[in-house]
């Protein structure tokens, strides 16, 4: 029972990382309703800037990750201005497939600059394992789990009480009613980019800090899909729920049926929930009034 | 007196061949309510869509005309500038944020403050006139009533503090009484805040008992114009748009009579 317990309170924790992750796809599905695969480059993206002001201009972690997440808003604010809005009012299908694009671009060219070989980041977070009771987590595990919170909670409550928040979701309700109200929809649909790139960025650090550091970092981030898709592709609440649950899920998954399942088990609930629910545990069905 | 919103000669045409307005010309003078009335597809809503810049959203365009609000040359400015300086459409079928609440509405209307005035702390001046807003502030607003909802759409407009709102329809989809409510609140807000409206309605017996003047469209142009009251008393819109003459019932014979003067019309 003890063994239950500590696997599930370790792939909860571990579950907060993806739902940080997701949280990147869930602000541009929102916001814009595409799909942005160059999501998990991003993540990268952010986390070679963080290597080079960290460790080539030797400056402080935290003065690094505040030019990381300020980098990766203006790299979302470029990428919406230049590659999105020039696809603005074509098919969805041709806008995705440029993000796709630009996914391998960008990983390509992380290759060029800093090369194919393993980096590693300093320790962000302590290593130091934490006892709750008796039970065992590991340090990395569990701060990444509160930041990851206090992240989306961050956002969460910005969507909710202010007034730019409440504009964000004005615009990703519906862009001719938000015109019609007075709110400049390109340059909220920019900021929105900006936003999932930050956290992104922000991600990314924290993601190569536990992991390690290559081109292919992003590769991780469409592991969350499971997450996206249970949780709703445009819930916050969804994201954290669903990081939460698939965490659990592969933790329990390796510890009684061995690490081969472990990747398989989220897909197998993906199947589940869309079954029953096909818009995930909490996206949005449209509201009709009939 | 000088006119809030004037247009001139405004020929819109949809994805560069189809011409919808032809023409038209209308202004709405300050603190005034102005009627635009006509049949489906007359154009009504493409000529609000022509004053507020929503056309490009839909392949649409301004290709003769100007639109000039305020006396300022607007034709072709982006939408969200021309709600920030003041000319707030409340677009057909309310067209709220249907996932967002009541208050979250008002809150994103805020928006066409755009710096003219400080966004109010709370929205005590809505709830005013709508109180059944109030008590459902915190409610998701794509579950009030069809009336409700037409209440929050003009909510949003007062927030705004328009020099001119621009009605699609108020009417639209509402129970009688509703609509009479409706038009009483649209009336009371002309008087007590001045502002100046355009009402697009098909039920034109509200839209006439309502407004100070009204234009007739037909096929994209102006056919008639005049006082409200005089409108309403006109034969021919009496047959047209009043739902027949005195005398009740018409024979079927006299349909084509209603041809003919509809061509006489023209």
Known sequence: MNLFIEYSMVGIASGGMYALMALGFVLVFKGTGVFNFAQGELMMLGAYIFLSVNQLAGLHWSIALLATVLFALLTGVLIERTVLRALAGQPLLSIVMATVGLGLVLKGAAGLIWGQEQRTLPELVPRKPIFIGDILIPGAVFWSFVISMAVIAACLLYFRFTRGGVTMRAAASSQVNAYAVGINVPVISALTWGLAAAAGGFAGVLLAAINNLTPHLGDLALSVLAVLIVGGLDSLAGVIVGGLIIGWLQSMTGAYLGGQYREIMPFIVVLAVLLVRPHGLFGRKEIERI | ?266
């Open chain 2, 1 to 266: 007196m000088a006119n809030a919103l004037e247009v001139t000669a405004l020929d819109v045409v949809y994805q560069g061949t189809l011409q919808v307005l032809r023409g038209l010309s209308l202004a709405v003078p300050e603190g005034k309510i102005v009627a635009l009335l006509g049949s489906n597809g007359a154009g009504k809503t493409t000529t609000l869509k022509a004053i507020t810049g929503l056309l490009p959203l839909e392949n649409g365009e301004i290709s003769g005309g100007r639109v000039a609000f305020d006396g300022a040359d607007t034709t072709g400015l982006a939408p969200h500038t021309l709600t920030r300086r003041g000319l707030f459409h409340v677009r057909e079928g309310r067209q709220l944020f249907t996932d967002m609440t009541v208050e979250e509405n008002l809150v994103a209307a805020c928006n066409a403050l755009g710096g003219r005035h400080a966004a109010p702390r709370d929205f005590d001046e809505v709830y005013a006139f709508f109180p059944r807003l109030k008590e459902r502030a915190r409610q998701i607003c794509g579950y009030l009533s069809g009336g409700e909802q037409q209440m929050l759409a003009i909510g949003r407009a007062l927030v705004a503090r328009p020099r001119v709102i621009l009605f699609d329809e108020p009417s639209l989809g509402l129970a009688p009484k509703i609509v009479a409510e409706i038009f009483a609140i649209i009336r009371q807000i002309n008087q007590s805040t001045g502002v100046a409206m355009l009402v697009v309605e098909q039920n034109a017996r509200v839209a006439l008992a309502n407004a100070d003047y009204a234009y007739i469209l037909e096929s994209g142009s102006i056919m008639l114009e005049g006082n409200a009251a005089e409108l309403a008393g006109n034969q021919d819109v009496k047959n047209f748009y009043l739902g027949g003459a005195e005398g009740g019932r018409k024979s079927f014979r006299d349909v084509k009579h209603y041809r003919q003067a509809k061509r006489w019309l023209n």
